[in-house]
C-alpha cells in the first residue's frame, strides 16, 4: 500500500501571514495543516500525527515553559515500532538571542530546523525538504538496524533489547496476557544439507513472508535466528493463542520441488507460552500498587523453548508451556472440643 504525502503541521502561534506557504506547500503535493493555539496544535497531533511541524511560538520561552513542554511531550516517540520522534522547524524572533533558543529547547525538545520572522516560502520549504531528507535517512537506517535481511523481519536485537520488554511492560500496566509463539521448520538442516544454500534461504523467507501474512495486525514477527522465528500476540490468551498457533502451522504446511523429481514436505513445530500480570485485589488483571512483579521477559521465550523441545519429538504439531500445579496438602480438620481440651477421666 503506498504511502500518503507527508503531513505539514503548520502551528502558527504568532499570527503570521502563512496562506502563500500552504498554496505553494500544497502545490508540491504536500498535505498540510494549521493550527493557531497550543489547543489546536495538541488536538491536530493528537489525531494525525504530522511528518514535521512548523512552529511559531508565542515570544518568552520561559514564560510560556508550559506550553513549549506539552509540544515537547507530544513530539515523543510512539511505542510502535520504528515510531519516531516528530521532527520541529522553530520560527525565532529576528532579534531573538541565542539564550532563547536554549530556553525553548529545553522544553520542546531536540530542533531540527531553525528559521527567523519573517519566514519566507523559500526558506520555510527549503527546510522542511532538508528535515524530510534527514528524517528519511534516519528511518532508513534505524529500519536497517531492525530488520533480518534475509526475511524482512524484526530481528533478534529487537526483539530482545526493545519490542519484548515494551510489549512485557504494557501487559503489567493494562493487566493483559502476553502470548509468544516459537517456530521452527522441522527438518531445516537436513533441507539445507540436502539442497543448496541459496534454495534454502528462499524456502526461510517463503516461510517469513507466509508468517507475516497470516498474522493479525497487532502481532508483531521476528526472524530469532536460524530455521527459528518468533510471533508476540498482545493481549492474547493461552486459549487464543494455541488456536492462532494450529492456524498458523496449517497456513505454513506446503509441499515444495526440491529438483531431481523430489518433493519436500514444509513443516513446522511451534511452541508456545503465555504471560499473565499479577492479579489486582478485587480480582481484576494487572499489577497491584506498590507489588513487584519479577518476572524477567525472557523467561517468555525459555517458557516457549521448553514447550518447543515437547512439540520436537512429534513435530508438526503445537505444544504449550504448562507450569506444573502442585497441590495443597489438605488442612487439618480443626480439633472437637474434646480433643481440644482433652478427655476427663
Not at 493557531?36 to 511559531?56: D, F, H, M, N
Not at 531528507?133 to 534505524?142: A, I, K, P, T, Y
Request: net charge neutral; aromatic share 6%; charged share 35%.
Amino acid at each position: 500500500m503506498d504511502r500518503p504525502p507527508p503531513l505539514i503541521l503548520l502551528a502558527n502561534h504568532a499570527g503570521d501571514d502563512w496562506s502563500a506557504l500552504e498554496l505553494v506547500l500544497r502545490a508540491r503535493g504536500f498535505r498540510v495543516t494549521s493550527s493557531t493555539s497550543l489547543r489546536s496544535t495538541l488536538a491536530t497531533i493528537g489525531k494525525e500525527r504530522p511528518t514535521v511541524l512548523v512552529l511559531a511560538p508565542l515570544l518568552d520561552p520561559e514564560r510560556e515553559s508550559q506550553e513549549a513542554r506539552r509540544i515537547g511531550v507530544s513530539r515523543l516517540p510512539l511505542p510502535e515500532a520504528g515510531a519516531s520522534r516528530i521532527p520541529l522547524l522553530l520560527v525565532l524572533e529576528p532579534d531573538a538571542p541565542f539564550a532563547s533558543l536554549s530556553a525553548f529547547e529545553a522544553g520542546l525538545g531536540p530542533l531540527d530546523g531553525l528559521a527567523r520572522r519573517p519566514l519566507t516560502v523559500e526558506q520555510a520549504v527549503f527546510e522542511i525538504e532538508r528535515i524530510l531528507r534527514q528524517s528519511d535517512d534516519v528511518r532508513r537506517l534505524r529500519d536497517q538496524s531492525i530488520r533480518d535481511y534475509g526475511t524482512g523481519l524484526f530481528n533478534h536485537r529487537h526483539l530482545i533489547d526493545e519490542r519484548l520488554p515494551e510489549e512485557f511492560q504494557r501487559a503489567r500496566r493494562r493487566g493483559h496476557p502476553l502470548s509468544l509463539l516459537l517456530i521452527d521448520l522441522d527438518n531445516f538442516k537436513r533441507l539445507n544439507t540436502e539442497t543448496s544454500y541459496p534454495f534454502a534461504n528462499e524456502v526461510l523467507a517463503t516461510f517469513a513472508e507466509t508468517l507475516n501474512r497470516e498474522k493479525r495486525r497487532e502481532d508483531i514477527a521476528f526472524r530469532y535466528g536460524g530455521d527459528e522465528f518468533i510471533l508476540l500476540l498482545p493481549e492474547t490468551d493461552q486459549t487464543n493463542a494455541q488456536a492462532a498457533a494450529e492456524r498458523l502451522r496449517d497456513a505454513l504446511r506446503r509441499t515444495i520441488d526440491v529438483g531431481g523429481g523430489e518433493k519436500w514436505q514444509v513443516t513446522s513445530s511451534i511452541g508456545g507460552s503465555t504471560y499473565y500480570p499479577p492479579i489486582r485485589e478485587g480480582g481484576r488483571e494487572g499489577a497491584r500498587e506498590g507489588a513487584r512483579d519479577t518476572t524477567p521477559p525472557v523467561r517468555l521465550i525459555e517458557r516457549a523453548n521448553e514447550a518447543l523441545k515437547e512439540a520436537k519429538k512429534k513435530k508438526d504439531c503445537v505444544r504449550f508451556y504448562r507450569e506444573e500445579v502442585r497441590e495443597e496438602p489438605p488442612a487439618p480438620e480443626p480439633p472437637t472440643r474434646r480433643e481440644g481440651r482433652g478427655e476427663r477421666r
